[in-house]
């Protein structure tokens, strides 16, 4: 069935603003009080700034990915759509209404979409029934043959939590988070996929230049979900179990801690994350700004499934020596659960809600796709 939902082009619902020392849950309220370590100043807030829902009816998008200027979205119970623009107004088209094979059970689905940068291929993250229970793969479409699937890496352990999901290429080079599929062992072990992020070629092989015999890249994560390159570093977003989410910047080999430890230690066996957040905030997603807004300029951000809000944060410094300058939060309260944060081809800063997960408090117009403008 070809699912065709329609979207107002410019339905603005917020506008913010002079927010710069709003209390906590307001709009565009800065905070510092959650990080573990790192001291935040108060963000300079005084441009302002729209939100648009560009889109609304979609259930539980995940993934997000350009292709020839076409926004493409997975659905975790297994579709896949695209955004078209129309002269006055936009719509949701479905590609593939039913991945085969998907099992959308617990966090699990279709989870996350990339495309390869030269050829007519795309990359998805599935859950998918095995004789064991649910497990993870990897797999290519051919666009050329209706996405026909192609399976490039399967079993790799999965859960009704903990699935990670994430994908990126970059550098010839295609990324992807696994969570630990709700066994913390598994991320100290490099023999099991799960609880890694892995770094494979754009045919499904391991990497030449991964540090073991294997597809692992970096290992000891718990459910990493946000993932994105700046300056030829690596950065993520990791879900910590009640305290403890990180950001972290990934370097080849290393050990990233769970579940011997939760954010910062003194043992030289672990990288520590850039900062943490207790109580636990619950990242989804991340990704670099270079839009129009100039306040935001180089700014991380990702969105919070738990605490409802998109953040922006400057850090000072690269890789895994930088530091916190501030933080914001963005939104909070206004959209509900925030999973993923993008950039479009203009620059513009994207969101897509995920109230219809079995964990939020969906209103009719969920779930929506939201864009950030200047006001």
């Known amino acids: 069935m070809d699912r065709r939902r329609y979207l107002a082009t410019l339905g603005s619902a917020a506008i913010l603003g002079g927010c710069a020392g709003r209390p906590t849950g307001g709009a565009g ?15 300079d807030s005084d441009t302002a700034v729209a939100i648009e829902t560009l889109a609304t009816d979609l259930e539980i998008p995940w993934g997000a990915a350009y292709r020839d200027g076409t926004l493409y979205l997975t659905e975790r119970p297994g579709r896949i759509v695209r955004v078209v623009d129309g002269e006055r107004s936009s719509s949701i088209e479905t590609v593939v209404d039913a991945v ?19 050829e007519p291929y795309a990359y998805t993250h599935q859950t998918y029934e095995t004789a064991d229970g649910p497990a993870n793969r990897l797999v290519r479409h051919d666009l050329t043959d209706g996405w026909a699937p192609d399976p490039l890496l399967t079993d790799v352990p999965g859960a009704p939590i903990h699935d990670g999901g994430r994908l990126l290429v970059h550098d ?3 990324y992807m988070t696994c969570g630990d599929a709700s066994v913390g062992a598994n991320a100290q072990d490099r023999d099991v996929l799960a609880g890694s992020v892995l770094r494979l070629t754009l045919d499904g092989e ?10 692992v890249f970096s290992y000891g994560h718990r459910n990493p979900q946000g993932l994105v390159v700046r300056d030829g570093t690596l950065y993520s977003t990791e879900h910590g179990p009640r305290v403890a989410d990180e950001i972290n910047a990934l370097r080849a080999g290393e050990n990233y801690g769970w ?7 003194d043992d030289d066996r672990f990288v520590d994350p850039i900062t943490s957040y207790s109580p636990t905030i619950a990242p989804a997603s991340a990704t670099f700004y270079d839009g129009p807004i100039e306040a935001w300029q180089g700014d991380f951000f990702f969105g919070t499934l738990k605490a409802e809000h998109v953040r922006r944060v ?6 895994d020596a930088a530091t916190v300058a501030e933080q914001e939060r963005l939104a909070e309260g206004e959209y509900g659960r925030i999973r993923t944060v993008f950039t479009g081809p203009e620059g513009h800063l994207h969101a897509v809600t995920s109230n219809r997960d079995g964990r939020g408090a969906p209103v009719a117009a969920d779930d929506r796709l939201l864009r950030f403008v200047p006001a």
């Open 172 to 174: 010839d080079a295609l």
């Open 100 to 118: 085969t094979g998907v099992d959308h059970v617990g966090e699990g689905g279709l989870l996350g979409l990339a495309f390869h940068p030269s």
């Open 206 to 215: 391991p990497h030449p230049d991964n540090p073991f015999d294997s597809p």
């Open 259 to 265: 579940p011997e430890v939760r954010g910062a230690s």
């Open 314 to 319: 400057r850090f000072e410094g690269t890789g």
């Open 29 to 43: 309220s800065t905070d510092g009080t959650d990080a573990d370590a790192d001291a935040d100043s108060d963000a």
